[in-house]
């Protein structure tokens, strides 16, 4: 849901900024589901997306070299990047602690660094909503579009 939310703030903000997504524990090239895409219709902005084109894939070595950063949405994201890829610990860090804890004062780079050298904490986990019911997929997009919008205008804030 982020990298879609995350492409629509870029696009509406006129950000240059690229998206990937990629998850650590996927069943390769499964669709969208249809909870997860009636979630994401909900909210007005996101819906020109070609939400049937989704296909899951697991992060790669390839995406971690492209990437500046990378958002995980919970603790144990972040240890499995940090212990499958271990150049990528000082890019990889979870949306809701880097979105309390960045260092305002600080350029975009420096923020994710100090960020990355936290602990990441279970506290700022974002559930995931797999098996819950269409209410459950509907509150995990809302918190997850309000922090997309926050990322965006605390980016722009950081690097300009």
């Known amino acids: 849901m982020l990298g879609y939310m995350l492409a629509t703030v870029s696009d509406a903000n006129r950000h240059d900024w690229s998206v990937r997504t990629a998850g650590t524990l996927v069943s390769e090239g499964r669709a969208m589901s249809m909870r997860t895409r009636d979630a994401l219709l909900r909210i007005p902005e996101l819906g020109h997306h070609p939400f ?10 390839e995406d971690v ?3 500046d950063v990378i958002l995980a949405m919970e ?3 972040v240890m499995f990047v940090r212990g499958q890829f ?3 610990g ?3 860090v979870m949306l809701a602690q880097f979105l309390r804890e960045a260092p305002l004062d ?4 420096e923020q994710v660094e100090f960020v990355s050298t936290r602990v990441p904490d279970s506290a700022f986990d974002v559930e995931d909503p797999a098996g819950g ?3 459950v997929y509907d509150a995990c997009a809302q ?3 309000e922090m997309a919008q926050t990322f965006s205008t605390l980016v722009d804030s950081s690097l300009g």
């Open 75 to 77: 603790a144990s994201h």
């Open 86 to 88: 271990p150049d990528a």
């Open 143 to 145: 918190q997850l579009w």
């Open 106 to 109: 600080a350029g975009w780079f």
């Open 65 to 67: 070299e492209w990437s």
């Open 52 to 61: 049937t084109a989704h296909r899951s894939r697991r992060l790669s070595a």
């Open 133 to 135: 019911e269409q209410g």
């Open 90 to 92: 000082a890019k990889t």
